[in-house]
């Protein structure tokens, strides 16, 4: 499966809303802009895909995945 994303990273709590954001870009260059691929309910851990790309993604489902293990070891 060929990526679709330079970087992916899960770093940004919407304290508000209570998810997390998973961004992505398309690029390394500096000033290249991410976007919001998905989010992850905190604490539960529901995903829902902004981008369908993102669940085919490999590097979209590490992050996603280790984001969802954060989460679970928090509720224990």
Not at 29 to 43: F, K, L, N, S
């Given at each position: 499966m060929k990526e679709s994303y330079t970087e992916v990273r899960c770093d940004y709590l919407d304290e508000e809303e209570h998810y997390?954001?998973?961004?992505?870009?398309?690029?390394?260059?500096?000033?290249?802009?991410?976007?919001?691929?998905?989010?992850?309910?905190?604490?539960?851990?529901d995903i829902h895909y902004c981008e369908v790309e993102a669940r085919l993604s490999p590097m979209a489902q590490e992050v996603i995945k280790a984001k969802i293990a954060e989460l679970k070891s928090k509720q224990n």
């Open positions: 997390w954001c998973v961004d992505a870009w398309d690029s390394n260059e500096p000033d290249a802009q991410g976007r919001v691929i998905a989010v992850i309910h905190d604490p539960d851990g």
